[in-house]
């Protein structure tokens, strides 16, 4: 099916002949351990509760849900429930794992560990997808919640990761706009500049595969068509980017924000480049964003097995 809206991602992540199941990490928290009772009720993931078990009862009995049905393992240690679930998805266990009531530095750590972890074969980085309002089209936003300041080396690598997550959603040719705060190159005042026009040549030279990068770009000009024609700009990407780059954390982030805080959007966020999909909801994420992003990473593990 063509996925243009989220709730088609949550009808894609849906019917299968069996859910994939999804380890939450230190399980004893309510955000967290509804959105997996959430996803197990509309068909998309089964939960394998890993954590405080005596919280975790805790929570669903003020919930009034019964969770004696769901294989549990008592972790209460953080770090080791972390570690359990890397041992769940080396035995075939489980097929992702979500953070539940632990810090995303503590559960990264666990996964980059080159002995029991899961290391990516580059980097890993954050990826939201969302759909403007009036919009029938996906699009992605990275990275808001991993990388701080980037170099131009690791934004290539972000880049990646963000066409991984385009491709398995069906954007054959993704549009990439490697954001800044103007279109013109002023190195060395504005660094971000640089990188986003030699990340912009990597493309040209094939780096990227059936995808088109350009940047530096303003916002507007990525993503308004009204804008590019009251500015005469004329780019391949201009006004119908599927892909948004920030050139640093604190500007991914705030864009984040202000799509789910100033238009209440909800966002389907998952960290890529690990074999393991991660679920790494923010504490301010609406249980709509936390459910889409159980479909999200639900939905690519299929793909990864079909594809």
């Known amino acids: 099916m063509t996925i243009r809206t989220m709730e088609d991602l949550l009808s894609a992540a849906t019917g299968r002949e069996s859910?994939?199941?999804?380890a939450v990490a230190a399980s004893g928290q309510d955000v967290a351990l509804m959105a997996a009772l959430d996803a197990y009720q509309r068909g998309i993931a089964e939960p394998v509760l890993v954590g405080d078990l005596d919280?975790?009862?805790a929570i669903a009995?003020?919930?009034?849900t019964d969770i004696s049905k769901f294989e549990s393992h008592h972790e209460p240690e953080k770090a080791q429930a972390v570690q359990h679930c890397l041992k769940l998805f080396?035995?075939?266990d489980v097929a992702m794992m979500?953070?539940?009531?632990v810090n995303t530095d503590v559960l990264l750590k666990g996964v980059l560990n080159k002995e029991t972890g899961v290391p990516p074969t580059g980097i890993l980085s954050h990826v939201a997808v969302f759909c403007l309002p009036g919009e029938q089209r996906l699009r992605l936003l990275t990275d808001a919640g991993v990388n701080i300041s980037p170099n131009m080396q690791r934004k290539a690598?972000?880049?990646r990761n963000a066409l991984g997550v385009a491709h398995s959603l069906g954007i054959a040719k993704p549009k990439i706009a490697m954001l800044a705060a103007?279109?013109?190159?002023i190195y060395p005042a504005m660094p971000a500049t640089l990188d986003a026009q030699m990340v912009a040549r990597m493309s040209e030279q094939g780096e990227f595969g059936d995808a088109v990068v350009s940047g530096p770009?303003?916002?507007?000009l990525a993503v308004s068509p009204a804008a590019v024609a009251r500015k005469g700009f004329e780019d391949p990407v201009a006004g119908d980017a599927d892909i948004l780059v920030a050139p640093d954390i604190e500007s991914g982030n705030i864009l984040y924000k202000t799509l789910t805080s100033l238009l209440d959007l909800p966002l389907a966020g998952i960290v890529a480049g690990s074999r393991i999909p991660l679920i790494v909801p923010s504490r301010g994420d609406s249980d709509k964003s936390k459910l889409y992003a159980l479909a999200l990473a639900a939905y690519m593990t299929r793909e990864e097995r079909t594809g």
């Open 98 to 101: 979500m953070k539940g009531n």
């Open 61 to 64: 009995e003020r919930a009034g």
């Open 19 to 22: 859910m994939p199941r999804v």
């Open 182 to 185: 103007t279109e013109k190159v």
């Open 157 to 159: 690598e972000i880049v």
């Open 55 to 57: 919280k975790t009862r």
């Open 90 to 92: 080396h035995a075939g």
């Open 217 to 220: 770009m303003a916002l507007d």
